[in-house]
C-alpha cells in the first residue's frame, strides 16, 4: 500500500513539475533604455564606443571644502570652487540639518592631501573622507606615444 501511495505522490508531483510550461513577459520601465544610452554616452570618445569598460566605482577620497546649513552660500561656495578649478567634480550631500561640499575623485590620499595644502589658503576648513568615489580615468600612455 504504501509503494502505491508513493508512486501515486510521485506521479502528481512530476506530472505538476513538467507541467510548468509559460512565457515569460519582461516588463521595463522606458526610462530604463534611455539610461543604457547615456551609459554608452559617457564612453563615448572621439566617435568610437568603448564596449565592455564598466563604469567602476570604488573607495577612494574626496575632500571637504564646505559645511552649513544655509543652502545659498553651500551653492555660493560650490560655484566658487567650480570657477577656480573646473577640472575637479564637485557633489553636493545633505544630511539633515546641513549641507556639505566635497570635491576630487582621488584613487590615493596624498593625491587628496596636495588638493588640500593647495587651496587651504582659499577654503580654510578642510577635511578628507573615504567614500565611494566615481573613478577617474588613467592617462596609460606606451612608448609608442610618447
Given at each position: 500500500m504504501k509503494i502505491l501511495y508513493t508512486l501515486i505522490f510521485s506521479f502528481?508531483?512530476?506530472?505538476?513539475?513538467l507541467a510548468q510550461k509559460g512565457e515569460v513577459v519582461v516588463i521595463k520601465d522606458p526610462l530604463i533604455d534611455s539610461l543604457i544610452a547615456k551609459r554608452v554616452d559617457v564612453y563615448r570618445t572621439s566617435g568610437e564606443v568603448k564596449i565592455g569598460k564598466p563604469?567602476?566605482?570604488s573607495y577612494g577620497y574626496?575632500?571637504?571644502?564646505?559645511?552649513?546649513?544655509?543652502?545659498?552660500?553651500?551653492?555660493?561656495?560650490?560655484?566658487?570652487?567650480?570657477t577656480l578649478y573646473p577640472?575637479?567634480?564637485t557633489y553636493l550631500i545633505y544630511k539633515e540639518p546641513n549641507y556639505y561640499v566635497r570635491v576630487g575623485d582621488f584613487?590615493?590620499?596624498?593625491?587628496?592631501?596636495?588638493?588640500?595644502?593647495?587651496?587651504?589658503p582659499t577654503f580654510p576648513t578642510l577635511?578628507?573622507?573615504r567614500e565611494k568615489i566615481n573613478a577617474?580615468?588613467?592617462d596609460i600612455t606606451t612608448d609608442d606615444q610618447r
Open positions: 502528481f508531483f512530476i506530472n505538476i513539475a563604469i567602476v566605482s574626496r575632500v571637504q571644502i564646505f559645511y552649513g546649513s544655509d543652502r545659498r552660500e553651500v551653492f555660493n561656495q560650490q560655484a566658487r570652487f567650480k577640472r575637479l567634480n584613487r590615493t590620499r596624498l593625491e587628496a592631501q596636495r588638493l588640500m595644502s593647495e587651496i587651504r577635511f578628507i573622507f577617474p580615468q588613467l
